[in-house]
């Protein structure tokens, strides 16, 4: 399947990838190599990750604390928001029906 950061999510991967590489050079590296091993594992298994609301799933990383909430919607997966799990939760709940509407636009 097709994966998509839609553009608030991959503010906040950059954002997340700037932050390690100034605690410790090469940090983001390694933060971004876990975030591209999940979203290898979403695409090829889309359904393993628990269900977060009705439309969407989180996905855990395993060592660093965010979690990649995303959606499928057709043959794509978006990624709805690169998540802090100490970040007020669910934040990011308005940004499904705006990645929706986009896509439908794309397709027409």
């Known amino acids: 399947m097709q994966v998509e950061f839609i553009e ?7 954002d997340a990838i700037e932050y390690y590489n100034l605690q410790v050079e090469g940090l983001g590296k390694k933060f971004l190599n ?9 695409s090829h298994f889309p ?6 609301t009705k439309n969407t799933r989180k996905a855990v990383l395993r060592k660093f ?7 499928l919607l057709g043959d794509k997966i978006y990624i709805i928001a690169v998540a802090h799990q100490n970040r007020e939760p669910e934040y990011w709940i308005d940004r499904i029906l705006k990645g929706t509407e986009r896509s439908k636009e794309d397709s027409n």
């Open 34 to 42: 876990e975030i591209l091993e999940t979203i290898e594992l979403i």
């Open 47 to 52: 359904q393993l990750w628990t269900q977060n």
């Open 65 to 71: 604390p965010y979690n990649l909430i995303y959606s």
């Open 8 to 14: 608030p999510a991959s503010i906040e991967l950059d």
